[in-house]
């Protein structure tokens, strides 16, 4: 896995009026770094957001709903997992889990299933300095967004 990409795998507990499930708490060692903004995203089926990139901030995130493919890719020249990239899929059909994003990893998701809803927590608050976009078809990286996993022989993980 990425140097810095971590899980945090959810208990569930139903009942016959639903289920509840404790996301984050202030205390969890995934969550060290600390809130700053909790953000929500609707998508529809087949959308595709990418590449993404943080200078410093860190991001959880969690799939309510739908189902989504992430991606992470590694940018950090100085990182043991440079280059790396990583996928998960989150929501109704993958892993119910806390996906740990850190800053410098690129990411992106594509919704295999929607209406999907993504809800996430940053390190920090919205700010424009903080932003940086990589195209979704970037050919450093090499992924491809209608098949699934790169294109290229980097490592894959």
Known sequence: MI????TKQLIRHPDERGFFEELI????????????????????????????????????WYVVRGTVKV?????RAGSTTHKELNEFTLG???????LKIPAGVAH????M??????????????S???????????????????QGMEITNKNIT
């Open 3 to 6: 140097d810095g990409v971590q």
């Open 25 to 60: 708490r202030v205390s969890d060692p995934i969550f060290k770094e600390g809130f700053g903004q909790f953000s929500r995203s609707s998508m529809i089926t087949g959308v595709v957001k990418a590449w993404h990139v943080h200078k410093t901030q860190i991001d959880w």
């Open 71 to 75: 991606a992470l890719f590694d940018t």
């Open 92 to 98: 109704e059909e993958g892993q119910d889990m806390i």
């Open 108 to 111: 992106g998701l594509k919704v």
């Open 113 to 126: 299933k929607g209406p999907s809803e993504l809800v996430y927590v940053t390190s920090g608050i919205y």
């Open 128 to 146: 424009k300095d903080e932003e940086g976009r990589i195209p979704h078809d970037d050919p450093q990286i090499g992924y491809d967004w209608v």
